[in-house]
């Protein structure tokens, strides 16, 4: 019994789309690593740089595995990416649903993060620089406290009476850790709709390998009877 071409060069092409990817994420993660324009602050709180480094690496490998098993028709390197797909797809699913289940605790695990910075006094110049910088940006003041973080409230806490967030004392009344955490609920909707998307991938890539290993079997057994 022959192999499907059809299935074989889609899952070929699928597994090229997949590598390109996966070069794309590594390329533009290592380049956000070695900039010098990164906020401490930020890189703190949201230390996804890493993570992204580590997925490009993963879905090359995997992208690799994938395009040789498919074109030399290697039953062990197909097996490899099933298995390693299905394992990434139930790591997927449990973050899913831990991140639906425990919100409050990525809320205390961002302030736990970015509670180290303080006392603001304590800490060298560059990172109350790179504080400064995102309160105005974000228009708040202080990472955990307020204002009390600050032993002077600097010119960037100082904010318009018209301002919603503007207290009795014309300073921001809300803290850093809790923009970004809003900003996190915000874009949450994007995180899931890219994860919903991966999913639809892997599903179709474990199909893929699986029928194509299916048909080597054969395509072997048959070999060996005849």
Do not use: H
């Not at 390109?20 to 602050?41: A, H, M």
């Not at 990434?88 to 990525?106: P, S, T």
């Not at 999913?199 to 390998?209: D, R, S």
């Amino acid at each position: 019994m022959a192999v499907n071409k059809c299935i074989k060069y889609l899952l070929f092409f699928f597994n090229l789309l997949f590598w390109i990817s996966g070069c794309i994420i590594l390329g533009v993660s290592i380049y956000l690593k070695v900039s010098k324009d990164g906020n401490q602050i930020t890189n703190e709180s949201l230390p996804g740089i890493d993570l992204m480094i580590a997925i490009g690496v993963i879905i090359m490998v995997l992208g690799f595995l994938g395009c040789c098993g498919a074109i030399k028709e290697n039953r062990c390197m197909l097996l490899m990416f099933f298995v390693s797909l299905l394992i990434i797809f139930i790591l997927l699913l449990a973050a899913g649903i831990l991140g639906a289940v425990g919100e409050k605790k990525v809320k205390d695990w961002v302030k736990e993060r970015l509670g180290k910075f303080t006392p603001l006094s304590k800490q060298p110049q560059s990172v109350r620089d790179d504080l400064e910088k995102l309160q105005r940006e974000l228009k708040c003041c202080g990472l955990v406290n307020g204002p009390g973080d600050w032993e002077k409230i600097p010119d960037s806490c100082r904010c318009n009476a018209t301002d919603t967030d503007c207290n009795n004392s014309k300073v921001y009344s809300t803290t850093c850790s809790a923009r970004i955490v809003t900003w996190m609920e915000k874009n949450m909707e994007v995180v899931i709709g890219i994860a919903f998307a991966i999913a639809i991938l892997l599903i179709f890539g474990m199909v893929f390998a699986m029928i194509l290993y299916c048909q080597i079997g054969r395509k072997d057994s048959v070999s060996t009877n005849a």
